[in-house]
Structure formats: structure tokens, C-alpha cells
């Protein structure tokens, strides 16, 4: 027997590509075109490495006060980890511990099924309609847990309060979770459902909306009850998960609520915009709510665009996936990054038709 025969195999998500070379126009990871809020800057500047010394606050009190401020829910109710990518996880590990399937739709987030494999959970995968939505009645089967964006990725639809609240509702013995990644460019949060339902966790990040991709900084909402079993399973791996700076910067990051807004609705009005560009070439896409579209041409295959754009060194995203390998992930960029965008797609568009 070889060691190699106890190996835990996986298959591991890929994550979109970070290239090295300057001036690229990089629209493939759906990361926030314009900086942190100043106060993060000043922070940072700021900040003392002498206190790098000592471990950090193992309960991101600062930060899991901050949210909890923000979001009028108490700091017991507020689980912060390393980008939501690690709360998801974390959260995979703690809920989803049962023999039936945990539920999420056939095209959404690729991380959910990879998680699913490495905890040894069972899965079932709920196809979205024709129309890209998800169907509340596919989640009335038996299950160990529901887990689905909303918006959801990479389509950028968003589903009605109505239409998530029905599905936490006719789950009331499994743990659901609404990963809102993209809330913040226009979805509709359900945040306000965790005092209702103690089977709800929202999961958010700082990676788009705040800017702060970076510093890797995620966070959960729920019913303190769920918290406690977060953090029992947390502070079972490792207690001081959040470093220093990210607890303080992020927290620094949450106190400037007027510049959230003027970052996040700048782009919205980016992406309404370019919505009207991309139609005028032909393109059509679910109506996103995101702060990225995901587009298809009906006569140019999404991966000759794929290539013609990074050879030009503009970035967006591509799977060879059923359902999705005639569609494009495009980032919303600055305005003058989707200007250049849109330029290079007429030429390219007009060159092939
Ligand atoms: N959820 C969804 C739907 C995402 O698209 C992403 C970004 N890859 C994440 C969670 C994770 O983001 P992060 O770990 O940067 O918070």
C-alpha cells in the first residue's frame, strides 16, 4: 500500500487569473476599480508595527462591533473570517453535517462544490429556469442544507426577498445560507430575515463593495446560536484567523458609510451604462445586479472573444462549463476602463461580421 492511497484527493476551485504584468485592463475577478475609503489609507499609515508583537484580538471584537453597527444586529450575531471565501467554508464544515444533500443551483458560485468534496459533504445540484432564476420549489426536497448567492454568480440576477424567504421558510430544519457577495450594486439583502428565522446565514465581503479584496475580509450574519457554532468549529482550527491590520482597517473601512455609497452606486451607473453599449453590439445577458455582466454574442463564440481580449490585454472571465461556455464574466471597471473595453469589442464585432 502507498501512502498516496490516503491522500484527501480534491479537485480545487481555480480562482480567475491575478497576472503580474502592469496596465492591464482587469475585469476577470470582480474586484472594486477605485481605492478603500480614505480613513483605511490613514489607518494603515498610521498604524504602529510594534503592536504586530502581540497576537491579535482572536474575537475581531473591533471589527464584529463595527458590522454589528452598521447592520443594527448585536456583535454575538456577527462571525468575521479570512474573505467570505474562508466564512463559507467555515460555515460548509459547521452546518452542513448531515447524509442528505445540500442543495445549491447547477450554475452558480464553483467554490460550493469544491468545498462539498473536501468536507465529505453530499451534494445536489437544483437547475436554474431557462430565464437563469432559481426555482424556490426545487428546494423542498429533503436536504442537509441550502446554500445559494443572490445575487447570484457568475449570471448577476437577483431573486426577490419573496422568492429567498420562501425557500429559508420551507427549510426550517436545515441551515440556509444566502451568500450576498454582490448585494451592495442594487440586490436586496436578507439580512433583515435573521431575526425571524434562526436557520438563516447571510454571508457578505469586503472584497467588492469595500474595495478591500486584498485584505481578505468576509463576515456572517445570523442568530447567536448559529455564531456559537461558527466559532466552536473556528477556534477549533485556529483562534487568531484575522490579522491585526484587517481587523483594524476593516473596521475603519465600515465607518465610512458615505463613500460606500458613492463607490458602490458609481458602479451601478458604470454598469447600467455599459449594459446599453453591450445590447447596441449585439450582446444580450441576464439583467445584473452585480458589479459584473455576463454576457453572450449569438454570432462570435465566447471563447475567440476570451482570447481577442486578453491578447489585447483586457481581462475577463471564461468556463468551458455546460449552460455557460458561450458567455463572458465582465467585471465593471472604471468608466474609462469599460470605455476601452467597448472600443476594442466594436472594432472586434464589426472586423467578424
Ligand atoms: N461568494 C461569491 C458568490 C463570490 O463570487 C466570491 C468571490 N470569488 C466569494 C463568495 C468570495 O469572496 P471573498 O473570499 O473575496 O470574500
Not at 458560485?109 to 426555482?135: G, M, Q
Not at 442537509?144 to 429559508?168: D, Q, R, Y
Request: net charge negative.
Amino acid at each position: 500500500m502507498s501512502w498516496e492511497e490516503n491522500v484527501r484527493k480534491v479537485v480545487p476551485y481555480v480562482a480567475g487569473e491575478q497576472p503580474r504584468k502592469p496596465d492591464i485592463i482587469k475585469l476577470n475577478t470582480n474586484e472594486c476599480p477605485y481605492p478603500p475609503a480614505p480613513g483605511v489609507g490613514k489607518a494603515a499609515a498610521q498604524m504602529d508595527p510594534g503592536a504586530l508583537r502581540l497576537y491579535p484580538d482572536p474575537d475581531t471584537a473591533i471589527l464584529a462591533e463595527a458590522l454589528a453597527e452598521y447592520y443594527h444586529v448585536k456583535p454575538e450575531q456577527v462571525f468575521v473570517g479570512v474573505g467570505s471565501d474562508d466564512v463559507l467554508s467555515m460555515a460548509f464544515m459547521t452546518f452542513f453535517n448531515s447524509d442528505r444533500p445540500v442543495l445549491f443551483p447547477d450554475v452558480t458560485y464553483s467554490f460550493y462544490d469544491v468545498w462539498a468534496e473536501v468536507h465529505r459533504i453530499p451534494y445536489k445540484t437544483c437547475p436554474l429556469d431557462e430565464n437563469w432564476h432559481i426555482r424556490p420549489e426545487d428546494y423542498r426536497q429533503p436536504n442537509g442544507g441550502v446554500i445559494f448567492p443572490n445575487p447570484n454568480a457568475p449570471t448577476g440576477l437577483m431573486e426577490s426577498l419573496e422568492t429567498v424567504e420562501e425557500i429559508i421558510r420551507t427549510n426550517r430544519d436545515s441551515v440556509v445560507i444566502v451568500d450576498e457577495a454582490y448585494v451592495d450594486f442594487g440586490g436586496v439583502s436578507a439580512l433583515g430575515l435573521v431575526e425571524k428565522y434562526d436557520n438563516l446565514l447571510v454571508v457578505q465581503t469586503f472584497s467588492k463593495s469595500r474595495a478591500m479584496a486584498g485584505m481578505r475580509i468576509g463576515f456572517c450574519v445570523g442568530n447567536e446560536k448559529l455564531i456559537r457554532y461558527l466559532n466552536d468549529v473556528k477556534f477549533s482550527f485556529n483562534s487568531y484567523t484575522m490579522n491585526l491590520p484587517a481587523q483594524l482597517l476593516g473596521a475603519e473601512a465600515v465607518r465610512d458609510e458615505a463613500y460606500f455609497k458613492e463607490i458602490t452606486g458609481r458602479i451601478i451607473a458604470t454598469r447600467e451604462r455599459v449594459k446599453g453599449e453591450l445590447k447596441k453590439l449585439g450582446f444580450s445577458f441576464p439583467d445584473s445586479r452585480a458589479n459584473f455582466i455576463f454576457a453572450t454574442h449569438p454570432a462570435i463564440p465566447a471563447k475567440e472573444i476570451f482570447r481577442a481580449l486578453r491578447e489585447a490585454d483586457i481581462y475577463v472571465r471564461h468556463w468551458d462549463k455546460p449552460r455557460i461556455s458561450e458567455y463572458l464574466r465582465i467585471t465593471i471597471g472604471t468608466d474609462e476602463q469599460m470605455d476601452t473595453l467597448l472600443a476594442f469589442l466594436r472594432d472586434y464585432v464589426a472586423g467578424v461580421m
